[in-house]
């Protein structure tokens, strides 16, 4: 069983910066994908970047340039640093772990959400 607790949410003034982390409890941390996503009001949740095990990463389009996602396995956490904030990326930021394992079956982990809000 795997365990993510979210942190690092809260107000910012736009055009501010935060840095969620996302610590996951387990030992397979490391050798599987991570992803951040997000759910705004009256939104459907959507991706919002993923780092492979590797560290390779992918963003969606509407936070290319603006948000970085980190990981350091040998703390189990992932993070992700947004910078230059909307009002826009208001929402509830989830960390997701899902993965398939050799025997083809499938597990997904969700964190309880952390909320950020840009507002003046």
């Known amino acids: 069983q795997v365990q993510l607790v979210e942190s690092g949410g809260g107000l910012v003034q736009p055009g501010g910066s935060l840095r969620l982390s996302c610590a996951a409890s387990?030992?397979?941390?490391?050798?599987?994908?991570m992803d951040w996503y997000r759910q705004a009001p009256g939104k459907q949740r959507e991706s919002v970047a993923r780092?492979?095990?590797?560290?390779?990463?992918n963003y969606a389009d509407s936070v290319k340039g603006q948000f970085t996602i980190s990981r350091d396995n040998a703390k189990n956490t992932v993070y992700l640093q947004m910078s230059s904030l909307k009002p826009e990326d208001t929402a509830v930021y989830y960390c997701?772990?899902?993965?398939?394992?050799?025997?083809?079956?499938?597990?997904?982990?969700w964190g309880q959400g952390t909320q950020v809000t840009v507002s003046s």
């Open positions: 997701n772990l899902h993965y398939t394992d050799y025997l083809r079956r499938t597990y997904d982990y």
């Open positions: 387990g030992s397979i941390f490391s050798i599987y994908p």
């Open positions: 780092i492979t095990s590797t560290g390779s990463t």
